[in-house]
């Protein structure tokens, strides 16, 4: 299996921007599929953005045109971005990075973000 690290979120000012990485390491080469979720108090976990193997992407309807998921590989590590501009209050959740294979689903621990009016 893989273990996933998150990083980069905080607090910004609506209308600001900010970048989430998700380091993971391991079995990088069994990973078919890296995703960011979120989930806001009191809510479900929903997903935001998808990105496969081969670099094919989706998103969730909210966030098109504002977010922006990639992914870099490097040796032993595996990389998956979430650029995030235009942020707006209803943003404000934690962000948890998955990474899908045949065999598992490994999840991080989460970043917050929290984005003020």
């Known amino acids: 299996q893989v273990q996933l690290v998150e990083s980069g979120g905080g607090l910004v000012q609506a209308g600001g921007s900010l970048r989430l990485s998700c380091a993971a390491s391991?079995?990088?080469?069994?990973?078919?599929?890296m995703g960011w979720y979120r989930q806001a108090p009191g809510k479900q976990r929903d997903l935001v953005a998808t990105i496969t193997s081969g670099g094919s992407t989706t998103y969730a309807d909210s966030v098109k045109g504002r977010f922006t998921i990639s992914r870099a590989r490097d040796n032993a590590k595996l990389t998956a971005y979430l650029q995030m501009n235009s942020l707006q209050p209803e943003d404000t959740a934690v962000y948890y990075c998955?990474?899908?294979?045949?065999?598992?689903?490994?999840w991080g621990q989460g970043t917050q973000v929290t984005v003020s009016s």
């Open positions: 998955n990474a899908l294979a045949l065999a598992y689903s490994s």
């Open positions: 391991g079995t990088i080469s069994s990973i078919r599929v």
